[in-house]
């Protein structure tokens, strides 16, 4: 779903109105999220007889560095879309940044 804003003076300038309505309601994550199966080194537990346990990492690069965390089965869901919410977040970015470059082309004629 998208709306055009009512300033704007080009009618292709369209948002999505979920993030932008109320972006400080959201998190953002940069990074990507991996899913890993393991086993967790007690001897009697299920992954010793191959059932093994799934984790969910968030990965990002940080100084030129990859650095991941272990999200919590109460937070992956949050998680999973604060990751979405920052890839979208950052489309809208480059669309408005495009935007502008039209503008101040125009404005050069």
Partial sequence: M???????????????????ASPLNRWF????????LGKCGK??????????????YLVQSQGGKLRQICV??????RARQAVTDYHEMQELIEEVSELEWKRLKERNR
Avoid: D, M
């Fill in 2 to 20: 998208t709306f055009i804003v009512p300033s704007s003076p080009l009618p292709s300038e369209t948002f999505a109105p979920s993030l932008l």
């Fill in 29 to 36: 994550l940069r990074g990507s999220l991996s899913e890993r």
């Fill in 43 to 56: 001897p009697n537990c299920c992954c010793t007889r191959g059932e093994l346990h799934k984790s969910l």
């Fill in 72 to 77: 919590p089965q109460a937070w992956q869901e």
